[in-house]
């Protein structure tokens, strides 16, 4: 074998190598990909789920057995009352029960960290924090993961309906 054979090997060789590796890395990126959207798909489930829960609750602890005339009669502090947990034995039972809480879920994709807040809104303005009891409460829902390139946040806003 001459020297002009052995270079075209050589040649061939180094050309494969350089197609093998970028045929890998491409196929690398895809799966990527693959496994941040399914992250997503995951985040974005467990989130629905923390606001489709909250859904059954009553609107505030002050108006599971009684009516609320003004928003006076709300509870000023966002936060569980009483021996109430999420897991139990006494269990949540309205809106501002969620606010603060933190969970890891284990998902297909691998563990996500879930976090809770709940606010008073004003109907004028549902991105801020009014500070003061309201006829909304705005709950967001924060799910983390390594997987993820950002978190991902829903948000929900729930109202009193006064009767007449």
């Keep these: 074998?001459?020297?002009?054979?052995?270079?075209?090997?050589?040649?061939?060789?180094?050309?494969f190598a350089i197609a093998s590796f970028s045929i890998?890395?491409?196929?690398?990126r895809n799966s990527e990909a693959i496994y941040a959207t399914q992250?997503?798909?995951?985040?974005?489930?467990?989130?629905?789920?923390?606001?489709?829960?909250?859904?059954?609750?009553a609107f505030d602890q002050n108006t599971i057995t009684a009516t609320?005339?003004?928003?006076t009669d709300f509870s000023a502090t966002l936060a569980?009352?009483?021996?109430?947990?999420?897991?139990g034995p006494t269990f949540f039972n309205d809106v501002d029960d969620y606010n603060g809480l933190t969970r890891t879920e284990n998902t297909a994709?691998?563990?996500?960290?879930?976090?809770?807040?709940v606010i008073y809104?004003?109907?004028?303005?549902l991105n801020a924090d009014a500070?003061?009891?309201?006829?909304?409460?705005k709950m967001t829902v924060t799910v983390q993961s390594a997987y993820l390139n950002s978190p991902v946040r829903a948000h929900y806003v729930f109202s009193f309906q006064r009767n007449p």
Aim: proline share 1%.
């Design 131 to 137: 500070g003061s009891q309201r006829y909304f409460k």
């Design 68 to 71: 609320a005339d003004d928003v």
């Design 80 to 87: 569980l009352g009483g021996s109430e947990s999420y897991l």
């Design 39 to 57: 992250a997503e798909f995951y985040a974005t489930m467990l989130a629905q789920r923390f606001i489709e829960e909250t859904k059954t609750e």
């Design 1 to 15: 074998m001459g020297h002009s054979e052995l270079l075209m090997t050589i040649g061939a060789i180094v050309a």
């Design 109 to 117: 994709v691998g563990p996500m960290q879930i976090s809770i807040s």
């Design 24 to 28: 890998n890395q491409n196929s690398m």
């Design 121 to 125: 809104v004003d109907e004028s303005n």
